[in-house]
């Protein structure tokens, strides 16, 4: 299955006084490269709105197995896990770029919506582009 991967290094604002990133940093990293993964496949988050369409997150799940310091230089891996016309699911992996030891797992659950945050379809070549299990309006 398709992935991007997008580069982030830790910036001081990032962590708390011990130099560890706050949990709450990662999910800044989550959604970088879910629009990076959504730009790699020829359909930016821009693009998305500017067909009346967005993606507000209504689940995301952690699982934090390592702490990523400051000045880290971290690699986000992104990938579609499932797709319908009016919801998607996002998995992630942080990893170390260094050594490549996974220090956070996740995922996100995403609607479709107008732009009046009213559930809609996706049209049918979107999510062909996109990808996914059901790329079908």
Known sequence: MDESHSEIRVRYVETDQMGIAHHSSYLAWLEIARTD???????????????GIRMPVLEVRLRYRAPA???D????AARLERSTPVRFSFAYTVSRTEDGKVLCEGSTEHAATDLNGRARRIPREICSVIGGSRAES
Request: proline share 5%.
């Open 37 to 51: 993964f959504l730009r790699m496949r020829g359909m930016p988050y821009r693009t998305l709105e500017e067909n």
């Open 69 to 71: 310091r400051y000045d």
């Open 73 to 76: 230089s971290l690699t986000v």
